[in-house]
């Protein structure tokens, strides 16, 4: 799984990629029978064989393509740097990354491979690290818990996440045998059920208490804003209501407990999948609501306008930027030439497609940028004319 360090080491990697650099990503969901037997490594060659780039560059990316991949990949981003003039000897550096997940930023409507020569298209994969949501999933099991994080369509377990948080409760927590001390109890309660299932119930309430506790302590710890609880309604709705309010508002979802115990954290994150979804079309519906209530600006060209001065702090774009813009003289963007050479009519606009300048735009001006898809996606385009921006003022 990517975590917090190696995002780190992948974004600084991938910002000092010095020109020329071969990109390219390939869409290999295996699901789609377009990609039976491997037939996105045919497409991806055929689409670095027409850039013509080196030879020893093309070498290294197709035999990069070769290496086995995960069936659960859904989106290949290779890159292959050339060797600098002065280091002949140098060989291609060549970064590979698998991903869980699509990618926005990203045109595979041809042929599902993108593949560019030149400067580094690093986008796709800078926003995705940037802007993905990581998400805590805390399953209430019958006798225990456990911990999870789900980033990018992988998940990982973390067996003692609690103990680096603050180890004496953890250790109390970690320690806690609810068999153990249903027989205790039983034998001290002397047959008297009404006793025993009081005091059950007052044990298993502090219990519950301490996790919450270690819960919002571990959230902090690894900077996650997203949680599902796992587990029977009863305990999860009982969890829920001992967190404090900040962590209760984190809660996206309470999913139904499975069935066994032990289950691997791959049947985990096929669980609780389709409910962090559904989290993510909510929070992208909600973005569109809050433009209709502000009300924000829509349509590409008041959209970019208020971008450019200053004005935005989320803007929405729609999953699939396909869109086409104007560059003036002055850097500034607009939907045409003539706006464009309103802008600056001392220089010849360009025509540059909107994904590739877009997240330097929003960077500039410090605004957050959201994509949405599916039904968003589909409202976008067709209520708010492509683009839309929620106002600082």
Same mark, same amino acid.
Request: glycine share 4%.
């Given at each position: ?10 974004? !600084? ?26 037939? /996105?490594?045919?497409?991806? =060659? ?11 560059? &093309? ?5 990069? #393509? @070769? ?40 045109? #595979? ?33 019958? &006798? ?21 948080? &603050?180890?004496?409760? /953890? ?8 068999? =153990? #001390? ?32 270690? !819960? ?16 029977? @309604? ?11 309010? !900040? ?25 609780? /999948?389709?409910?962090? @979804? ?89 605004? =957050? ?8 996606? @589909? ?15």
């Amino acid at each position: 799984m990517i975590d917090r360090e190696m995002v780190q080491q992948l974004r !600084t990697e991938l910002v000092e990629l010095q020109p020329p650099v071969l990109s390219l990503y390939v869409e290999v969901d295996p699901s789609k029978p377009e990609n039976a037997r491997r037939a /996105w490594a045919l497409r991806a =060659r055929n689409a670095v064989k027409a850039l013509a780039v080196p030879a020893e560059v &093309e070498q290294a990316a197709l035999a990069a #393509l @070769e290496s086995e991949i995960a069936p659960e990949a859904r989106t290949l981003a290779l890159f292959a740097a050339a060797p600098a003039a002065d280091r002949k000897s140098a060989t291609v550096a060549i970064t590979r990354l698998p991903l869980h997940i699509a990618l926005p930023l990203v045109d #595979l409507t041809n042929g599902q491979v993108e593949a560019r020569w030149g400067e580094p298209y690093i986008a796709p994969l800078i926003y995705a690290l940037d802007q993905y949501e990581r998400t805590a999933v805390v399953w209430l099991r019958g &006798e225990g818990w456990r911990f999870f994080e789900v980033f990018l369509g992988e998940i990982v377990e973390h067996t003692d996440v609690f103990r680096s948080v &603050e180890a004496d409760l /953890w250790q109390e927590v970690a320690t806690f045998d609810p068999r =153990r #001390l249903r027989d205790e109890l039983r034998a001290q309660a002397m047959g008297n059920r009404d006793r025993f299932a009081r005091r059950m119930e007052n044990i298993a309430a502090r219990y519950l208490q301490r996790l919450a506790g270690l !819960t919002e302590r571990a959230l902090a710890h690894f900077g996650i804003r997203r949680l599902v609880l796992l587990g029977r @309604e009863e305990a999860t709705k009982q969890f829920a209501a001992l967190l404090p309010r !900040t962590i209760q508002q984190m809660v996206v979802a309470h999913v139904s407990d499975l069935p066994h115990p032990e289950a691997a954290p791959a049947h985990v994150l096929e669980k609780v /999948w389709p409910a962090i @979804e559904q989290a993510e079309q909510i929070h992208e519906q909600d973005l569109l609501n809050q433009v209709t209530r502000q009300p924000g600006v829509w349509g590409i060209d008041p959209t970019l306008m208020a971008l450019q001065e200053g004005r935005l702090s989320v803007l929405v774009a729609p999953w699939r930027l396909n869109e086409h813009v104007w560059l003036a003289g002055n850097g500034l963007l607009a939907s045409s030439r003539e706006q464009a050479m309103l802008l600056a009519p001392e220089a010849e606009p360009q025509p540059v497609a909107l994904r590739d300048v877009l997240v330097d735009a929003c960077t500039t001006f410090a605004t =957050r940028l959201e994509f949405v898809s599916g039904a968003a996606e @589909e409202r976008l385009l067709r209520d708010f004319s492509g683009l839309a921006g929620i106002l600082r003022w």
